[in-house]
């Protein structure tokens, strides 16, 4: 008898992104991490909320203006997704204020408010706030013929209510003074006046100190801090624009001035100010947050940076170079032998820039193809690529302009590789290329013969120090043969041959996924053992989520290692916990997207730029990339699946109520024994003892 089930209720996105960042703040608690790691990861979250608000809450701040009740995104909707990112705030300044700052304390960092500098700390300050603040600040009294200025996106700024007249006479009360974020956010006092410890004062402090000097004549009733955050994704009509570039430089401008979704004030900001700006910017009283210290936690990054000593910081790790390659033999003779994995951080990635290096400098390179999507700040490989320029090799680059919250950092590469004469070309028109891809070709005899770099992740040397990726060094005759396809159609827009090896998004990537889904699910319901396990970012495509529950409940197992988003519900009927999610947070963050399947002992293994989302199926290039050899295949399976698995430390648990738990999750046998004795397991810290040794 066929078993029917009830329509399938989906976890609600925007609650489960805010839940991943509720780990991540745990994380500030852990007593195991020294105190400055433990600020950053408070600092994280900040940053990571102001991401999420300008990205995602427009449409529900338009619920509840209109009082909208009807859609799927609604007041009632607004309010839920409003409580529990107030409630995180609250957590995180708890946090900030009443465990990590008095145990920096006690270790001798201090962050020092007015009310607790001495007379010549005092004295110290006010002169540079004379020196370098004052004259940067422009305080604007608010009346008919200055009336409330536009304030700037995630921009510091007081709100200043003013007794008494003005130089006119009149009783105009209200004044806001804007702060220049060309000024440091923190400001280290001098040794001679730290008492042999470190000591700092936020710039917010300084100016609230000094505010009254700056309305002489006028008495400074009330002020607080305040902090507005705009929607900020980027709307551009590909399909109306003569020139993307132009277009997303006019936008960057405007991204700073979109709607408010956001309000952060001082926690004791008078009602009356409070209501004030809410007016100003449009928004419900819910948008509204008070929050007890810096209007920004991000900026206090700085903190973490600037404060000295070793037993607040994490050991250092030197990534080391990939256990496969020689070193000082060329790349090109050793991929000739094999493919090469590099497992980011624990790898080094200066393995791709040297390999790239090599491909420069060699006289038999022909041409060299990369695709350019988040680069940081560090301009090695945009020089390495000028280089081969001027060496006479053809350059093409693909720069992915659309890159949120990297457009000008992208636009400005574009230009500079334009300027030495590469070929740069911005990708298909609705697409984002996400795809990590280059692809070398070299005159060997009388033949070209290909090498390919293909990631997880970004060409960022920054971050590839700080997430977890998977990449691999090839000169598979047929994966190498699809690159140089794929990059052939996405510059000119020819229609792409049939691929050998790829799967590629937006066009068979979402199908075969589901096809192998189904193929695991048909094996099961035949009596035969299946089983997926997939490791990725988020997992919040539909059509990917019904067709994992159907798998589920026609008897395969799946376990999803999925760092911050899901939507699938555990405890959807019928599913008797053949599914199991977890999420892995720690020192690194969880990056590679890892696609197993074993269908009646036959493997198959994908590594993916792609998450499960359906930006990524439908409206990006993407590429996912088999993995054939059979011991590439299984150290993935170990060191990025299993262990994970095994994980009784970082791990979180998906569980029935929809919400995540810390506890140990059953583990395999083999580590039962640890288990008993007591021990944890955390993935990460076994994998950089293991690559440390």
Same mark, same amino acid.
């Given at each position: 008898?066929?078993?029917?089930?009830?329509?399938?209720?989906?976890?609600?996105?925007?609650?489960?992104?805010?839940?991943?960042?509720?780990?991540?703040?745990?994380?500030?608690?852990?007593?195991?991490?020294?105190?400055?790691?433990?600020?950053?990861?408070?600092?994280?979250?900040?940053?990571?909320?102001?991401?999420?608000?300008?990205?995602?809450?427009?449409?529900?701040?338009?619920?509840?203006?209109?009082?909208?009740?009807?859609?799927?995104?609604?007041?009632?909707?607004?309010?839920?997704?409003?409580?529990?990112?107030?409630?995180?705030?609250?957590?995180?300044?708890?946090?900030?204020?009443?465990?990590?700052?008095?145990?920096?304390?006690?270790?001798?960092?201090?962050?020092?408010?007015?009310?607790?500098?001495?007379?010549?700390?005092?004295?110290?300050?006010?002169?540079?706030?004379?020196?370098?603040?004052?004259?940067?600040?422009?305080?604007?009294?608010?009346?008919?013929?200055? !009336?409330?200025?536009?304030?700037?996106? $995630?921009?510091?700024?007081?709100?200043?209510?003013?007794?008494?007249?003005?130089?006119?006479?009149?009783? +105009?009360?209200?004044? /806001?003074?804007?702060? !220049?974020? @060309?000024?440091?956010?923190?400001?280290?006092?001098?040794?001679?006046?730290?008492?042999?410890?470190?000591?700092?004062?936020?710039?917010?402090?300084?100016?609230?100190?000094?505010?009254? #000097?700056?309305?002489?004549?006028? *008495?400074?009733?009330?002020?607080?801090?305040?902090?507005?955050?705009?929607?900020?994704?980027?709307?551009?009509?590909?399909?109306?624009?003569?020139?993307?570039?132009?277009?997303?430089?006019?936008?960057?401008?405007?991204?700073?001035?979109?709607?408010?979704?956001?309000?952060?004030?001082?926690?004791?900001?008078?009602?009356?100010?409070?209501?004030?700006?809410? %007016?100003?910017?449009?928004?419900?009283?819910?948008?509204?947050?008070?929050?007890?210290?810096?209007?920004?936690?991000?900026?206090?990054?700085?903190?973490?940076?600037?404060?000295?000593?070793?037993?607040?910081?994490?050991?250092?790790?030197? !990534?080391?170079?990939?256990?496969?390659?020689?070193?000082?033999? #060329?790349?090109?003779?050793?991929?000739?032998?094999?493919?090469?994995?590099?497992? %980011?951080?624990?790898?080094?990635?200066? #393995?791709?820039?040297?390999?790239?290096?090599?491909?420069?400098?060699?006289?038999?390179?022909?041409?060299?193809? =990369?695709?350019?999507?988040?680069?940081?700040?560090?301009?090695?490989?945009?020089?390495?690529?000028?280089?081969?320029?001027?060496?006479? $090799?053809?350059?093409?680059?693909?720069?992915?302009?659309?890159?949120?919250?990297?457009?000008?950092?992208?636009?400005?590469?574009?230009?500079?590789? *334009?300027? @030495?004469?590469?070929?740069?070309?911005?990708?298909?028109?609705?697409?984002?290329?996400?795809?990590?891809?280059?692809?070398?070709?070299?005159? &060997?005899?009388?033949?070209?013969?290909?090498?390919?770099?293909?990631?997880?992740?970004?060409?960022?040397?920054?971050?590839?120090?700080?997430?977890?990726?998977?990449?691999?060094?090839?000169?598979?005759? %047929?994966?190498?043969?699809?690159?140089?396809?794929?990059?052939?159609?996405?510059?000119?827009?020819?229609?792409?041959?049939?691929?050998? $090896?790829?799967?590629?998004?937006?066009?068979?990537?979402?199908?075969?996924?589901?096809?192998?889904?189904?193929?695991?699910?048909?094996?099961?319901?035949?009596?035969?053992?299946?089983?997926?396990?997939?490791?990725? +970012?988020?997992?919040?495509? &539909?059509?990917?989520?019904?067709?994992?529950? $159907?798998?589920?409940?026609?008897?395969?197992?799946?376990?999803?290692?999925?760092?911050?988003?899901?939507?699938?519900?555990?405890?959807?009927?019928?599913?008797?916990?053949? /599914?199991?999610?977890?999420?892995?947070?720690?020192?690194?963050? &969880?990056?590679?997207?890892?696609?197993?399947?074993?269908?009646?002992?036959?493997? +198959?293994?994908?590594?993916?730029?792609?998450?499960?989302?359906?930006?990524?199926?439908?409206?990006?290039? &993407?590429?996912?990339?088999?993995?054939?050899?059979?011991?590439?295949?299984?150290?993935?399976? =170990?060191?990025?699946?299993?262990?994970?698995?095994?994980?009784?430390?970082?791990?979180?648990?998906?569980?029935?109520?929809?919400?995540?738990?810390?506890?140990? !999750?059953?583990?395999? =046998?083999?580590?039962?024994?640890?288990?008993?004795?007591?021990?944890?397991?955390?993935?990460? =810290?076994?994998?950089?003892?293991?690559?440390? +040794?």
């Amino acid at each position: 008898m066929r078993l029917t089930y009830p329509p399938l209720k989906l976890l609600n996105r925007d609650i489960s992104i805010l839940a991943f960042n509720q780990r991540v703040l745990s994380l500030a608690q852990n007593p195991d991490y020294p105190l400055l790691e433990r600020l950053r990861f408070v600092c994280i979250v900040s940053s990571n909320l102001d991401e999420f608000f300008e990205v995602r809450a427009a449409p529900h701040v338009d619920a509840m203006r209109d009082e909208q009740q009807q859609s799927e995104i609604n007041v009632h909707s607004y309010q839920a997704i409003s409580d529990v990112a107030h409630a995180l705030v609250n957590k995180q300044y708890q946090i900030f204020n009443t465990e990590l700052m008095p145990a920096l304390a006690n270790h001798g960092v201090h962050l020092v408010s007015h009310g607790d500098r001495t007379a010549e700390q005092r004295r110290w300050v006010a002169k540079y706030f004379e020196s370098e603040v004052r004259p940067l600040l422009v305080p604007v009294a608010l009346d008919p013929s200055h !009336p409330f200025p536009l304030v700037a996106n $995630k921009a510091l700024n007081f709100i200043v209510l003013l007794g008494g007249n003005d130089a006119f006479g009149r009783s +105009n009360n209200i004044a /806001i003074v804007k702060v !220049p974020r @060309v000024l440091p956010r923190l400001i280290k006092l001098p040794k001679n006046l730290s008492d042999k410890q470190q000591k700092f004062v936020s710039l917010s402090s300084v100016i609230r100190a000094h505010l009254s #000097s700056l309305f002489t004549g006028r *008495e400074v009733i009330n002020f607080s801090q305040f902090r507005v955050t705009r929607h900020s994704d980027l709307a551009v009509d590909e399909e109306d624009v003569k020139n993307l570039r132009t277009a997303l430089r006019k936008g960057l401008v405007q991204r700073n001035f979109g709607d408010a979704v956001r309000l952060e004030v001082s926690h004791g900001c008078d009602e009356k100010l409070a209501k004030f700006l809410l %007016q100003q910017f449009d928004l419900p009283e819910q948008s509204l947050y008070r929050v007890n210290g810096l209007v920004n936690l991000a900026r206090l990054m700085q903190l973490a940076d600037l404060a000295e000593g070793n037993d607040l910081k994490f050991k250092p790790f030197e !990534p080391k170079i990939s256990q496969q390659l020689v070193p000082n033999q #060329s790349f090109f003779t050793q991929l000739k032998q094999q493919d090469i994995l590099i497992h %980011q951080p624990y790898e080094s990635f200066e #393995s791709v820039i040297d390999f790239l290096r090599e491909a420069v400098y060699d006289p038999d390179v022909l041409s060299i193809q =990369q695709t350019i999507y988040r680069t940081g700040s560090d301009p090695r490989m945009l020089k390495l690529l000028q280089e081969a320029v001027r060496r006479g $090799k053809e350059v093409m680059a693909v720069v992915e302009l659309k890159a949120r919250f990297d457009e000008e950092a992208n636009i400005n590469w574009a230009e500079d590789l *334009e300027s @030495v004469g590469a070929q740069v070309v911005y990708g298909i028109v609705g697409l984002k290329t996400h795809a990590k891809m280059l692809l070398v070709m070299r005159r &060997e005899g009388s033949q070209l013969k290909h090498y390919g770099h293909v990631s997880t992740g970004n060409y960022n040397p920054r971050t590839a120090r700080l997430y977890t990726d998977v990449s691999m060094l090839t000169s598979d005759i %047929q994966i190498t043969r699809d690159m140089e396809y794929l990059f052939r159609h996405i510059a000119s827009q020819v229609k792409l041959p049939r691929m050998q $090896k790829l799967l590629v998004a937006p066009f068979n990537l979402h199908r075969q996924m589901l096809a192998k889904i189904r193929s695991a699910e048909l094996a099961a319901k035949a009596g035969k053992t299946a089983t997926i396990i997939l490791k990725m +970012n988020a997992l919040t495509d &539909e059509a990917l989520v019904v067709a994992l529950v $159907k798998a589920g409940r026609a008897g395969v197992e799946v376990d999803l290692i999925l760092r911050g988003a899901c939507i699938l519900p555990v405890d959807a009927p019928g599913l008797d916990g053949r /599914i199991r999610v977890r999420s892995i947070i720690g020192r690194l963050l &969880e990056h590679s997207r890892i696609f197993y399947f074993k269908i009646d002992q036959v493997e +198959n293994m994908w590594l993916s730029s792609a998450d499960w989302m359906n930006r990524n199926m439908m409206r990006r290039v &993407e590429i996912a990339w088999p993995i054939t050899d059979e011991k590439n295949r299984a150290r993935i399976l =170990q060191e990025c699946c299993q262990m994970s698995l095994d994980d009784n430390q970082d791990a979180w648990l998906l569980n029935q109520e929809g919400t995540y738990t810390l506890g140990a !999750p059953k583990l395999t =046998q083999s580590k039962a024994k640890a288990v008993a004795q007591e021990q944890t397991l955390s993935a990460q =810290q076994l994998l950089l003892q293991k690559y440390a +040794n």
